[in-house]
């Protein structure tokens, strides 16, 4: 089962949005190697389509990528799906309960739950998750119905509430990670800012490269 052997989360955690990747024109599995090549110790695939089956063979190989990269793969979203990849699993608010989710996938399957808000934050540390998400910090492009922007002190408020892993998620950019880092984020989840304008596999992994030096002046 997708394991939680990793001491920390990744400082930066990819998030493979198949509609944002379909509109650069990027098949999933491509973005993947890319990302991994760039140093990426994890990876979300973020599916809020229909799961076909070519999708879950693009899943497929982007696990198979992930095992040889020693990484870890996160699904979004759906406990059938995590299960049959060996994958983590992130729930949102509106999903399967984390409670539910952790007697499916087991004691040792990475398990993550988005909050938006003081009230969702402090629940979710007593739920069994191994991390909790916070966001969007900035307005997003990436959700058709967004929460609320937090910002940055919003989120150095709320983070002493949790013991758990704080993930930053929502339009954030190589700009504002510094920012982020310093107000107590553990990890920071990025889907546009990796994608360049004329993205292809090259430019991917340098964007890639690029967010890790930058993680890395603030550890």
């Not at 693009?58 to 990849?85: K, M, P, S």
């Not at 910090?137 to 013991?163: C, H, M, Q, W, Y």
Request: aromatic share 4%; net charge neutral.
């Amino acid at each position: 089962m997708g394991n939680r052997l990793m001491t920390a989360l990744p400082r930066v955690y990819p998030i493979l949005d198949t509609e944002t990747l379909a509109a650069r024109g990027l098949g999933l599995a491509t973005a993947a190697a890319a990302f991994l090549e760039g140093g990426a110790g994890i990876l979300q695939i973020r599916h809020k389509g229909h799961w076909s089956r070519d999708v879950f063979e693009c899943a497929t190989q982007v696990a198979r990528l992930c095992r040889e990269a020693g990484a870890q793969l996160v699904i979004n979203d759906r406990a059938d799906f995590a299960l049959l990849l060996d994958a983590g699993l992130h729930l949102g608010q509106d999903d399967l309960r984390p409670r539910d989710a952790r007697k499916l996938l087991g004691g040792e399957a990475l398990l993550g739950f988005s909050s938006h808000n003081q009230l969702q934050l402090c629940a979710a540390g007593g739920e069994p998750v191994d991390y909790v998400a916070l966001g969007p910090v900035f307005g997003t492009a990436s959700k058709r119905n967004p929460d609320a922007a937090v910002g940055v002190d919003e989120l150095r408020r709320l983070r002493p509430l949790i013991e758990k892993p704080l993930v930053a998620i929502g339009g954030i950019t190589r700009e504002t990670a510094p920012d982020l880092l310093r107000a107590g984020a553990d990890s920071l989840a990025v889907i546009s800012d990796l994608l360049p304008q004329n993205a292809s596999a090259r430019s991917l992994r340098e964007r890639m490269e690029e967010w890790q030096r930058i993680v890395k002046t603030e550890a």
